[in-house]
């Protein structure tokens, strides 16, 4: 196999290609590695391994070919120097936090960010000494004012869920930058495909494998990608010791879904601008929450950062929570369910799942309202989706 330089070559070529190291066997379709272990030629060369003089696998909780394959892949991808994949987005972000924070540490983290990982860094972080003050991602201000002298790091999803707010990352970076911080952006619901946080100056990039990347929700995977030095300071050694590894077979899922992510995100993107566009119309729907109608806030910002818009629209009716439970109920089609970036259109009322176990106070400062509505556009004739979702409003 010729050692190319996939650099050089555009994203959809890098999804389908890079990454693979054919082995003496020409197979075509990269082959799953099950192996827990790694056989050394004598004795001196295994020592030679342990202590890294020599490069090559020892156990699969820390290398293996298949997630290797995944890990240079997903960075070429992001634009990032380095990937190391884990067994799910919580442990990804799990890693980042053992990796790089200590006691009396502290982290500025958006509000609106995965219910997990807002628990990660309040009830387990904080009780090994690390602080976390929580702002509104769209406020630049306030993440300003929250820095302190002990800020290791500032978090954000963009856009967030389940309101689909922007942040501006390139100004989120330089005043990360300008105290002494790094900037984590989770980039699981654009996916490099339609954000590259990288060039925007953010220092680590987080993915749930389990959502876009593998498309069809078969697998639960994550993956932090970042700088060589800080993987190799602070990633590494916590994959190693910590070893929430993904398993090959996982890798091998996120591999192919990789290959398809392109086109997939484009289909899922105008099919959720058509839905957004279409549920504007709906006299039941009182607010509609989608970066691609002018009417966002955070339009223009969006239209900058991504390169297209997203497959995640989220809407408020009239009616309350009693509507928007009776407009799910009476879909026939479409997945009740709180995963996303699936093939198949799912449909969450984020007040009683996702966002249920916050109390209504916090859930009213987040915004998050009774008669909210998320769907995750899949990839089904856009016709049948307004039809089912006709059938409730
Ligand atoms: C799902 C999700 C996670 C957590 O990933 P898992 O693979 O479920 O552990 C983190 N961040 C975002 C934005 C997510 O949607």
Known sequence: MKDIDWKNYGLETQAIRAGQHRTHEDEH???????????????????????????????????????????????????????????????????????????????????????????????????????????????????????????????????????????????????????????????????????????????????SATKYIDGQGRCVGGAVIASNEIIEKSIYPYLRTGGATMSPFNAWVFLSGLETLAVRMKAHCDSAFELAKWLEQCPAVSKIHYPGLVTHPQHELAKRQQSHFGGIVSFELHGGKEQAWKLIDATEMISITANLGDVKTTITHPATTTHGRLTPEVRELAGIKDGLVRISVGLESIEDIKRDLARGL
Request: aromatic share 10%.
């Open 29 to 207: 379709s990269l082959p799953i590695f099950a192996t827990s272990s790694y056989v050394f030629k004598n004795a001196e060369e295994a020592s030679l391994r342990f202590t890294g003089q020599k490069p090559g696998n020892i156990y699969s909780r820390f290398t293996n070919p298949t997630v290797n394959a995944f890990q240079e892949r997903l960075a070429l991808m992001e634009g990032g120097e380095r990937c190391l994949a884990f067994a799910s987005g919580m442990a990804a972000i799990l890693a980042v936090g053992m990796g790089l924070l200590k006691a009396g540490d502290h982290v500025v983290c958006s509000r609106g960010v995965f219910g997990n990982t807002v628990l990660l860094f309040q009830n387990y972080f904080g009780k090994f000494g690390v602080e976390t003050d929580f702002v509104d991602l769209i406020d630049t201000a306030a993440w300003e004012v929250a820095i302190k002298p002990n800020t290791r790091f500032l978090f954000l999803e963009t856009p967030s869920n389940p309101l689909i707010e922007i942040a501006d990352i390139e100004l989120l970076a330089t005043i990360a930058h300008k105290h002494g911080c790094l900037l984590i952006v989770d980039n699981c619901f654009c996916t490099p495909v339609l954000q590259k946080p990288f060039a925007l100056g953010a220092d680590i990039v987080i993915h």
